[in-house]
C-alpha cells in the first residue's frame, strides 16, 4: 500500500529532496522507519512502458548506505552478465530480484543500477534517481546506471532492447542535460567486459551517430 504524506510531513523526515525532480512524498508503506522520495518519472513514463520500483519488489533499501545525489552529468550502460531469453514479467522480476539480493548481500544501500531494461525492452525502475547508484567503482558520482538484461558476450539484445537503448538515452540525456559524449559503456570507466560486445557496439553507434 503507498501511503500519502503532505510536504511539510515529508520535509520532518530530513530526507534531501532534488529539486524539480521530486513530486511527491508517497513512501512504500509501514515496511521501514524509513521514508523514500518519490521521483518523477513522467519523462519516462509518457514516452515508453516503465515498471516503477514498488511495483516489482517489497525490500526496502538500506537508507543509512546510500548517498544524495546531487545531478547527473553521465550515464553508464551495463549488462547483467546471465543468460536471458524469458520476457514474461515472473521471470523477468526473477532476475531483477536476484541482483537486489546479490546486491544487498554485498552491503550495498540498494540494488546498484537506476534502470533496468528487460528483453521485450520494458524499462524497470530499480534505485531511486534521489540516491548516487553503485554500478562502476570509483566513478559512480553523477553516473546515471542502466542495466540491460542478458549476457551480451554471448547473446545480441532484442530489437526491443536497442530501440530501448535509443529511447531511454535520449530521455534521459535531455532531461539531465547529458551531453552524448558523456555516454559510456562500463568498460570504458573500469576493466571490465560489460557491457558484452554484442550491446557495447550498439551504445558506442549510438553515442557516435548524435555526436556527429
Not at 514479467?89 to 526473477?94: L, N, Q, W
Not at 547508484?133 to 546506471?145: D, K, P, S, T
Not at 526491443?160 to 559503456?185: D, N, P, W
Request: hydrophobic share 40%.
Amino acid at each position: 500500500m503507498i501511503q500519502s504524506w503532505t510536504r511539510r510531513e515529508f520535509l520532518k523526515t530530513g530526507l534531501a529532496i532534488i529539486p524539480g525532480i521530486l513530486v511527491g512524498t508517497r513512501v512504500w508503506g509501514a515496511l521501514s522507519e524509513f521514508s523514500l522520495p518519490l521521483v518523477d518519472l513522467e519523462f519516462i513514463e509518457s514516452q515508453m512502458k516503465l515498471v516503477r520500483r514498488w511495483e516489482w519488489s517489497q525490500t526496502m533499501p538500506r537508507t543509512s548506505l546510500l548517498r544524495e545525489a546531487g545531478t547527473y552529468d553521465r550515464l553508464t550502460v551495463h549488462h547483467s552478465g546471465a543468460l536471458v531469453n524469458s520476457e514474461s514479467r515472473e521471470s523477468v522480476i526473477a532476475h531483477i530480484d536476484g541482483i537486489l539480493a546479490g546486491h544487498m548481500e554485498r552491503r550495498y544501500g540498494d540494488i546498484g543500477y537506476h534502470f533496468i531494461v528487460d528483453r521485450s525492452g520494458c524499462v524497470w525502475e530499480g534505485r531511486s534517481l534521489a540516491y548516487e547508484g553503485a554500478h562502476v567503482y570509483g566513478e559512480n558520482e553523477r553516473n546515471i546506471g542502466v542495466v540491460f538484461l542478458g549476457n551480451f558476450d554471448e547473446q545480441l539484445p532484442s530489437d526491443e532492447q536497442v530501440a530501448s537503448m535509443t529511447q531511454i538515452v535520449a530521455l534521459l540525456c535531455e532531461r539531465f542535460r547529458i551531453k552524448y559524449q558523456r555516454v559510456y559503456g562500463h568498460r570504458d570507466l573500469a576493466s571490465s567486459v560489460c557491457p558484452g560486445k554484442n550491446l557495447y557496439s550498439h551504445a558506442h553507434e549510438l553515442r557516435n551517430q548524435v555526436v556527429a
